[in-house]
């Protein structure tokens, strides 16, 4: 039987950038902020708050209830995704220039 080299060694861990911890904390901030206004919209005003709802008027004939069982949680979810689409540019350029100052500040 052959043994094992004496000379190898465990490459040492890799280290994560703080920069990256403050990215992926940041999109999971904002991706549970919009998912609790989903179910908010969606089961909240679609089911719970739906008699209330419809105590408070109709919108294009229909209950108020039913409107945002049907179309406002829809419509909601799209403004959700335009939401999110805009905030995480913003936050991936934030992060593109945070990761380009950490690597001229370690070459230097």
């Given amino acids: ?4 080299p004496v000379h190898s060694k465990k490459p ?7 920069a990256i911890g403050r990215y ?13 206004v989903w ?6 005003a679609g089911v719970l708050f739906a ?6 008027g109709s919108l294009g004939g229909f209950p108020l209830g039913f409107w945002f ?4 949680s829809i419509i909601i979810f799209i403004l959700l995704i335009l939401i999110y689409a805009v905030a995480m540019n913003r936050l991936d350029a ?3 220039r945070e990761m380009a ?8």
């Fill in 1 to 4: 039987m052959p043994s094992p």
């Fill in 12 to 18: 040492p861990p890799a280290t994560k950038p703080p």
């Fill in 24 to 36: 992926w904390r940041a999109n999971l901030r904002l991706m549970g902020i919009l998912l609790a």
């Fill in 39 to 44: 179910a908010l919209a969606g089961l909240g």
């Fill in 51 to 56: 008699d209330y709802l419809n105590e408070l």
């Fill in 69 to 72: 069982a049907q179309q406002g």
């Fill in 94 to 96: 934030r992060h593109h």
């Fill in 101 to 108: 100052e950490q690597s001229r500040e370690s070459s230097r």
